[in-house]
Structures are given as structure tokens and as C-alpha cells.
């Protein structure tokens, strides 16, 4: 009587199969769940609820950073950098001071500030400025009052309101809002046009032509803003040309990427051909030559080329919005690629004007606090319960052929009897 053996395929064929199989499938999955999340279908660092609440917590991570010192107390820190704003008579930079209290106060100073604004009958930025000049030395505090009292409170408060007939009492102005109406008085418009006027722009056409000492950037900018570009676009040009002229210490990363977005724009040895042909005898303004520097600037410059930069200056008007013209140029000119411009826009959103401390004290990192966060819609639950679940099989596998390893069967004896008869059948 003949016996056949059943034959099993081996443990280790089975565990290199799955193990092999899960191991190339894993990278795809992993892939997948990076496009899904971080992909071209979604808008790097958006202005998301999230992502701006993630970037005010890395804000205020740098505060701390920024105040901590081994040798002073962070509330000392703090009231050396406001009287040093007031010194210099920055005043944008004394209210982002105080804006940041919260982040740069640590211990009982911090809890004690927030628990102030917690309770304050006031809301919001204004609020919390009240608060935090409560925590600065009498003598700053005076100093920051005076600098932020306007004018008109001072006279009327010099004689009471009862001694002029038909007057009706004033209000008080906290030195929040008294802050607040001085800042907006100090800035600009943010549609104030900074670009110049046509006149002005052919004059330096005029001269450029002729081989004229002219800032070929400034003036190129100025053209697209004065020529091509709607009224939200020219508004952001003229913010653009605002930080490229009055940032003059050190090397300003925008400067260069500004000069290179232009000319990859504009064809510049193109354009002077035209202008030098059209002004070679001509000195100053006409209504001619506004005319031809207009159809110049029109005809030369590649309208698909142009849209991108265009839509770039109106993200710097949207920062502009959000902050002040002061705060925008802080963060404008940190920009140094097309990436930092959707990060400046998210920093500006979430920062407001305790960007400009920051600016300052740490401009390196001032755009590497923009945070990017990710939406978990069903699809990428699915995606990464997939991924989670082929890294935990290529995880039992090999825990599993690591234990057989020590926990192997030992050869069992067989008797006589069945080895003659296996191999009489064998043969």
C-alpha cells in the first residue's frame, strides 16, 4: 500500500509572497496619499481657517523666541523693544508689540494679560492693546500715550466742555483707538498711486531713450501699472514699487525677484529699440509721445506673459488690505519666489500688523511661519486606512519570520517500516 505525502508550500514561500507584494504596493498608496493631500487640485498654503489659525500658534512660537533670554526676565525683553519702537518712533512697530504681549509675556505675566483681555469690556486688537500697556513700565506707558493722543483731544481737553456754549462733552479716546486713528492717518491709502502719472512716466521714457541714468525696473513697473493693469493690479504695483524703493538696507530678496519677473515680461532691449527710434530728437512731455509710449508698452509686452505678474500684484494688494502699507512692505520684501508670494498673502491674513515686529527682530523666519494644513475629506481616510493597513501586514510578516525563525519544528523520527515503503514505491 502506497502513501503520498501531502506536499504544503513552505512558510517562508508564503511570507516572501505577501511581504513582497505589500512592499510594492505601499509606495504607490504612499504616492497617492501625498497627491491627494498636498496635489496641484489644491492651492499651496491657502488662506484657510486652519491654516491661518496654525500660522497665528507659529507666530506666536517666534514671539516667545524672540523675548527669551537667559539673562532678563521676557516682560523686561518686551518693554526694552517698545521703548526702543518709540525711540525710533515706529510706531507700527510698537502696536505689533502689543499685539504680540500675549506670546511674549511667559509665566504669570502671560496668564495674568490674558485673563485681563479675557474679562475686558472691549473687543478684539483693541482690547488687547489696553491690556498690554497696563504691563509697561509708568514712564513708557506716559510716552506711548502722548505719542498716540491726537492733537484735537489735547486742545479740547484743555478746557472742559460746559465753558463753551452749546458744546456737548467728549469721549475719551482709549489709547487703543487713539493708536488705531493715528496709524490710518500716518498710512497711505492703499490706492494711493505711487506709480506717478503719464506726463511724469513719459518724461523718464523720454530719457531712457536717450541713454538717460534711469532705474529700468522702477520704470517698467510703473508702465505696466500706469498702462496695462486694471485698477486692483495698480494697486498692487504701486505697493510693489513702494517696497522696491524704500527697502535700501541690505540685500532685499524682492528687488531681485522682482527684476526677474520684469524682464522674463518685458522684452527691455526690444522696448528701447522703439523708444530710441521714436524719441531720438525729442526732450520732455507731448501729448505725442504719451501716445507713443503707450502703444509701445502695449504692443511689445506678451499679454500671457503678463497675467501671471498681474495676478501677483493683486495678492500684494489683498496684503496690503489686510495689514497696512507699512506691514505689507515688512512682508513684501521677504519674498523671494512665487511660492513666498501665496505664503506672505497667508502670514499677512493670520498676522495682521505683528508682522512688522517680526519682520525686524527675525525677518528670516517671518515667512516660514506660514503653515499649510490638509482637509481630511473621505477619500483620503480611505487612502490612508489603505496605506496604514499594507504597513501593518509588511510589519506581521516580518515579525512572523523572526519568531519562526527561533520557533522552528524539530525533525521527527519516522520508523523503518514507512521510509522502505516510501522508497519501494518511489523506485
Known amino acids: 500500500m502506497n502513501r503520498r505525502r501531502k506536499r504544503r508550500l513552505p512558510f517562508a514561500a508564503n511570507a516572501a509572497l505577501i511581504f513582497n507584494a505589500a512592499l510594492c504596493v505601499t509606495p504607490f498608496m504612499a504616492s497617492h496619499v501625498i497627491s491627494t493631500a498636498y496635489g496641484d487640485k489644491r492651492p499651496a498654503f491657502a488662506a484657510t481657517p486652519e491654516a491661518v489659525t496654525a500660522t497665528r500658534q507659529a507666530m506666536d512660537e517666534r514671539f516667545q523666541q524672540i523675548s527669551t533670554r537667559p539673562d532678563k526676565a521676557s516682560r523686561d525683553v518686551w518693554s526694552e523693544m517698545v521703548r526702543t519702537s518709540l525711540d525710533e518712533k515706529e510706531m507700527r512697530r510698537v502696536r505689533g508689540l502689543l499685539l504680540g504681549a500675549p506670546a511674549m509675556l511667559d509665566g504669570k505675566d502671560g496668564e495674568a494679560l490674558r485673563a485681563r483681555v479675557a474679562v475686558s469690556s472691549g473687543a478684539g486688537e483693541d482690547a488687547l492693546i489696553d491690556a498690554a500697556v497696563a504691563y509697561l513700565p509708568e514712564d513708557l506707558q506716559d510716552e506711548y500715550e502722548r505719542r498716540t493722543t491726537p492733537l484735537q483731544s489735547i486742545f479740547t481737553a484743555s478746557a472742559p466742555a460746559s465753558a463753551v456754549p452749546g458744546a456737548t462733552p467728549a469721549v475719551a479716546a482709549t489709547p487703543a483707538a487713539a493708536s488705531l486713528a493715528v496709524s490710518r492717518v500716518e498710512d497711505a491709502p492703499i490706492e494711493l498711486n505711487r506709480l506717478g502719472d503719464l506726463p511724469q512716466h513719459t518724461r523718464t521714457a523720454v530719457g531712457w531713450a536717450n541713454d538717460d541714468h534711469t532705474d529700468v525696473t522702477s520704470f517698467l513697473l510703473s508702465g505696466i501699472g500706469l498702462i496695462l493693469a486694471d485698477s486692483e493690479a495698480r494697486a498692487g504695483a504701486s505697493v510693489a514699487i513702494s517696497t522696491f524703493l524704500t527697502r535700501k538696507e541690505g540685500t532685499v530678496p524682492f528687488k531681485l525677484y522682482l527684476q526677474k519677473r520684469i524682464e522674463d515680461a518685458v522684452p527691455v532691449a526690444e522696448m528701447k529699440r522703439l523708444l530710441a527710434a521714436e524719441f531720438a530728437n525729442e526732450v520732455g512731455y507731448t501729448p505725442r509721445n504719451a501716445q507713443v509710449v503707450e502703444r509701445v508698452f502695449r504692443t511689445t509686452i506678451d499679454k500671457q506673459k503678463l497675467a501671471p505678474l498681474l495676478e501677483e500684484f493683486r495678492i500684494l494688494r489683498q496684503i496690503a488690505q489686510d495689514t497696512s502699507t507699512e506691514s505689507a512692505v515688512a512682508i ?86 514507512y521510509l522502505m515503503e516510501d522508497y519501494g514505491a518511489a523506485s
Open 332 to 417: 513684501i520684501s521677504r519674498i523671494k519666489d512665487r511660492g513666498d508670494v501665496n505664503r506672505a498673502q497667508l502670514v499677512a491674513r493670520a498676522g495682521g500688523d505683528r508682522v512688522v515686529p517680526l519682520a525686524d527682530y527675525d525677518g528670516e523666519n517671518l515667512l516660514d511661519t506660514a503653515r499649510t494644513t490638509v482637509t481630511w475629506t473621505n477619500a483620503l481616510r480611505m487612502q490612508v486606512a489603505g496605506l496604514l493597513a499594507c504597513l501593518a501586514l509588511l510589519g506581521f510578516v516580518a515579525i512572523s519570520v523572526f519568531w519562526k525563525s527561533f520557533t522552528r519544528d524539530k525533525p521527527k523520527k519516522v520508523s523503518a517500516v
